[in-house]
């Protein structure tokens, strides 16, 4: 499977772990936080949610003295948001800001990093879960790059892609298995807040009831007075009580205290004076939350208006006459915010509806991406190609919904794993095929060794014009052993036709007319260099003159070395001229794909280069030292230093690309 695919599975498994871990973090956060608000929410006209506040029963109290402490008995606002009645909250909306600075893991092991959280596990839960989450980033980051040079590694060693397999990491299992002690300890912790959750309902059932039996002794109703506000502060500072009850026992705890108020007669200038203190409590949250409407961050402003109607519902009454208006003002300031909320929540979800069908054009489009005409590796690279292309695209994409985002994923994954199946069995039967081809040309390299002796020159001379035919219809090898095998062959029949030419009684005619063959094709170059007459195709007609030229045979010794220079002359101004190596094009072709390519891609591709550029010198300054160990004034010893000469030039035309391409990189 090939690297972008791997890396594309890695990311994807990873975005749905995170994707499960957060909706169930906002799910338990909005079955605490979110469901009382629910109970008391009410519709407008127009079919939205919105917090109501009820009249409280105190306003009624006209004949008894007035008493400060009957502020306590004002209905207290109920949770507002429209923005509530969402199905899909944002794990912003619900959950915690994390307390303290965050650890610094840089530098960091993995062997340290499950020390850290070896230390954090032994910690109470609640304070560590930012912390957790930073560790285990950090650790898989730091796997995700050893995996990749494990990887990098086999594949130079020779590996097939398809076979890779990471190495197994102890400290991956150790990491997990303290993950899975702080999850534990996390469902023990919530467990034993549910706990007191309920104990703290039965305490305030209890409070509740010790005010209902107060007013139940009207005589006496005064001397309570102190123990009611006493309560009242037992209350409030008991903790919070499971979400299906808060609203009920809230409701009761209203009721009874404002029943305690009616009967309480009490000095109407404390009374007022505690009105005044609320109206002033009261006027600052309305102009606080005023002030959320510029605020950039919708979720942040909208948990802190969470919080500002729970500071709402704790402070007393104020005057009847401006309890309507001052209620009106918060509640306007506070639907702005709920309207900001859920077009929030509204445009998230029409983003994670736009990748969803970007998704599933996706995958329709890899589904139609058909292997069956694929018979050749450059027909399967370029598939290859738009595979790796389609998944480039996948990963841009954002989140889909969540009850579609795993699905296709799955589907997206499944065709690519059968893609690359595929592609590996096909590399498999080709690997197999090319050992047979290798085989055959081996035999065929026996055969042709064990008659390049012969001086039966016309039988072996079909002989191995029959053996050359027969080795046209092999198919390809190897590559690493094509050059040698072919070398081994030719090598052979060369041989053998080099021993039958030296029989030849009219070797001197014979060169002359070659020497005049020669001329002809220079002649010709020149023609063409010149740009004399039609050559609509050019190099072509170059390429050919070079094969009829290595058809043509010897030429007279003295005349030699001065027709090969020129004819060598002739070629090189060809090259160049007509670009015949196609130095413009690759270097064109590569400076576009370096322009589409990211800084590690160009980092790893310059090394790369730089490598092979290094490999090219040190051959290039071999091949130039063993030029002097030749002696040039025998055939043999010309004809390999002419292949020598060849070579030097092959290196460093090679070496003047090398050199362009890592230029280009370093330009961008």
Same mark, same amino acid.
């Given at each position: 499977?090939?690297?972008?695919?791997?890396?594309?599975?890695?990311?994807?498994?990873?975005?749905?772990?995170?994707?499960?871990?957060?909706?169930?973090?906002?799910?338990?956060?909005?079955?605490?936080?979110?469901?009382p608000a629910q109970e008391q929410l009410e519709k407008n006209e127009n079919g939205n949610v919105v917090a109501t506040e009820e009249p409280s029963a105190v306003d009624n109290v006209t004949t008894a003295p007035e008493s400060p402490v009957e502020a306590e008995a004002e209905a207290r606002p109920a949770e507002v948001s429209e923005a509530l009645t969402d199905a899909t909250p944002s794990p912003q909306a619900v959950e915690p800001a994390a307390a303290g600075k965050a650890m610094d893991l840089?530098?960091?092991?993995?062997?340290?990093?499950?020390?850290?959280? /070896?230390?954090?596990?032994?910690?109470?839960?609640?304070?560590?879960?930012?912390?957790?989450?930073?560790?285990?980033?950090?650790?898989?980051?730091?796997?995700?790059?050893?995996?990749?040079?494990?990887?990098?590694?086999?594949?130079?060693?020779?590996?097939?892609?398809?076979?890779?397999?990471?190495?197994?990491?102890?400290?991956?299992?150790?990491?997990?298995?303290?993950?899975?002690?702080?999850?534990?300890?996390?469902?023990?912790?919530?467990?034993?807040?549910?706990?007191?959750?309920?104990?703290?309902?039965?305490?305030?059932?209890?409070?509740?009831?010790?005010?209902?039996?107060?007013?139940?002794?009207?005589?006496?109703?005064?001397?309570?007075?102190?123990?009611?506000?006493?309560?009242?502060?037992?209350?409030?500072?008991?903790?919070?009580?499971?979400?299906?009850?808060?609203?009920?026992?809230?409701?009761?705890?209203?009721?009874?205290?404002?029943?305690?108020?009616?009967?309480?007669?009490?000095?109407?200038?404390?009374?007022?004076?505690?009105?005044?203190?609320?109206?002033?409590?009261?006027?600052?949250?309305?102009?606080?939350?005023?002030?959320?409407?510029?605020?950039?961050?919708?979720?942040?402003?909208?948990?802190?208006?969470?919080?500002?109607?729970?500071?709402?519902?704790?402070?007393?009454?104020?005057?009847?006459?401006?309890?309507?208006?001052?209620?009106?003002?918060?509640?306007?300031?506070?639907?702005?915010?709920?309207?900001?909320?859920?077009?929030?929540?509204?445009?998230?979800?029409?983003?994670?509806?736009?990748?969803?069908?970007?998704?599933?054009?996706?995958?329709?489009?890899?589904?139609?991406?058909?292997?069956?005409?694929?018979?050749?590796?450059? /027909?399967?690279?370029?598939?290859?190609?738009?595979i790796i292309e389609m998944q480039a695209e996948w990963k841009k994409l954002g989140f889909a919904s969540r009850k579609v985002n795993t699905a296709l994923f799955t589907r997206f994954r499944k065709s690519c794993d059968e893609f690359f199946s595929k592609k590996a069995e096909f590399f498999k039967q080709m690997k197999e095929t090319l050992a047979a081809n290798l085989a055959k040309k081996y035999e065929l390299c026996e055969k042709a060794e064990a008659l390049k002796e012969s001086t039966d020159?016309?039988?072996?001379?079909?002989?191995?014009?029959?053996?050359?035919?027969?080795?046209?219809?092999?198919?390809?090898?190897?590559?690493?052993?094509?050059?040698?095998?072919?070398?081994?062959?030719?090598?052979?029949?060369?041989?053998?036709?080099?021993?039958?030419?030296?029989?030849?009684?009219?070797?001197?005619?014979?060169?002359?007319?070659?020497?005049?063959?020669?001329?002809?094709?220079?002649?010709?170059?020149?023609?063409?260099?010149?740009?004399?007459?039609?050559?609509?195709?050019?190099?072509?007609?170059?390429?050919?003159?070079?094969?009829?030229?290595?058809?043509?045979?010897?030429?007279?010794?003295?005349?030699?070395?001065?027709?090969?220079?020129?004819?060598?002359?002739?070629?090189?101004?060809?090259?160049?001229?007509?670009?015949?190596?196609?130095?413009?094009?690759?270097?064109?072709?590569?400076?576009?794909?370096?322009?589409?390519?990211?800084?590690?891609?160009?980092?790893?591709?310059?090394?790369?280069?730089?490598?092979?550029?290094?490999?090219?010198?040190?051959?290039?300054?071999?091949?130039?030292?063993?030029?002097?160990?030749?002696?040039?004034?025998?055939?043999?010893?010309?004809?390999?230093?002419?292949?020598?000469?060849?070579?030097?030039?092959?290196?460093?035309?090679?070496?003047?690309?090398?050199?362009?391409?890592?230029?280009?990189?370093?330009?961008?």
């Amino acid at each position: 499977m090939n690297e972008g695919y791997a890396a594309l599975q890695n990311e994807c498994n990873m975005e749905s772990r995170e994707l499960s871990e957060s909706m169930q973090n906002i799910e338990k956060d909005a079955t605490e936080n979110v469901a009382p608000a629910q109970e008391q929410l009410e519709k407008n006209e127009n079919g939205n949610v919105v917090a109501t506040e009820e009249p409280s029963a105190v306003d009624n109290v006209t004949t008894a003295p007035e008493s400060p402490v009957e502020a306590e008995a004002e209905a207290r606002p109920a949770e507002v948001s429209e923005a509530l009645t969402d199905a899909t909250p944002s794990p912003q909306a619900v959950e915690p800001a994390a307390a303290g600075k965050a650890m610094d893991l840089t530098g960091k092991s993995k062997t340290e990093l499950v020390a850290l959280l /070896q230390q954090l596990s032994e910690q109470p839960v609640e304070t560590v879960k930012d912390d957790v989450n930073n560790i285990k980033a950090a650790f898989f980051a730091i796997r995700r790059d050893e995996i990749a040079k494990e990887k990098e590694e086999f594949l130079q060693n020779g590996g097939d892609e398809s076979a890779f397999a990471a190495k197994v990491d102890t400290t991956e299992e150790q990491l997990k298995d303290l993950l899975n002690v702080i999850k534990e300890k996390k469902a023990e912790y919530n467990a034993a807040q549910e706990a007191v959750k309920v104990d703290n309902l039965r305490k305030k059932k209890e409070i509740i009831a010790q005010i209902e039996a107060i007013t139940d002794d009207p005589d006496n109703i005064n001397r309570q007075y102190n123990k009611v506000k006493q309560l009242q502060q037992d209350f409030k500072e008991v903790g919070p009580v499971p979400a299906t009850s808060e609203t009920e026992v809230w409701k009761s705890f209203q009721m009874v205290t404002e029943k305690f108020y009616d009967l309480l007669k009490i000095n109407k200038e404390l009374r007022d004076y505690d009105f005044r203190k609320n109206l002033e409590a009261k006027q600052q949250l309305c102009a606080d939350a005023e002030a959320l409407d510029e605020e950039n961050d919708v979720v942040a402003a909208f948990k802190k208006l969470q919080e500002m109607h729970n500071k709402w519902r704790e402070i007393g009454p104020v005057a009847k006459e401006l309890r309507e208006d001052l209620w009106a003002r918060f509640k306007a300031a506070s639907a702005v915010i709920n309207k900001k909320h859920q077009a929030y929540f509204e445009e998230r979800k029409s983003k994670e509806k736009e990748n969803a069908d970007a998704k599933t054009a996706l995958c329709e489009r890899i589904e139609q991406v058909s292997t069956e005409g694929l018979t050749t590796y450059a /027909q399967w690279e370029e598939a290859t190609k738009k595979i790796i292309e389609m998944q480039a695209e996948w990963k841009k994409l954002g989140f889909a919904s969540r009850k579609v985002n795993t699905a296709l994923f799955t589907r997206f994954r499944k065709s690519c794993d059968e893609f690359f199946s595929k592609k590996a069995e096909f590399f498999k039967q080709m690997k197999e095929t090319l050992a047979a081809n290798l085989a055959k040309k081996y035999e065929l390299c026996e055969k042709a060794e064990a008659l390049k002796e012969s001086t039966d020159w016309k039988k072996t001379t079909d002989a191995l014009v029959a053996l050359q035919k027969e080795w046209k219809t092999i198919g390809p090898v190897v590559k690493k052993h094509s050059d040698t095998v072919w070398k081994r062959f030719i090598g052979a029949c060369d041989y053998f036709f080099e021993q039958k030419k030296k029989q030849n009684t009219n070797v001197h005619a014979v060169e002359h007319d070659n020497l005049k063959a020669k001329k002809e094709v220079i002649r010709q170059l020149r023609l063409i260099l010149d740009g004399e007459g039609e050559h609509e195709n050019a190099a072509q007609e170059v390429r050919d003159l070079m094969g009829k030229w290595q058809s043509i045979g010897h030429v007279p010794y003295k005349e030699k070395d001065k027709i090969y220079n020129e004819y060598r002359e002739l070629i090189d101004k060809a090259f160049e001229v007509l670009d015949m190596r196609g130095t413009r094009a690759q270097l064109s072709n590569f400076e576009s794909t370096i322009a589409q390519s990211s800084e590690d891609r160009m980092s790893h591709e310059r090394e790369r280069l730089m490598r092979t550029y290094e490999q090219r010198c040190a051959e290039l300054k071999t091949y130039e030292n063993n030029m002097g160990f030749f002696n040039s004034k025998s055939k043999a010893g010309d004809s390999l230093v002419k292949e020598m000469e060849r070579k030097i030039e092959s290196l460093k035309n090679e070496i003047n690309l090398l050199e362009q391409k890592i230029k280009i990189i370093d330009e961008h």
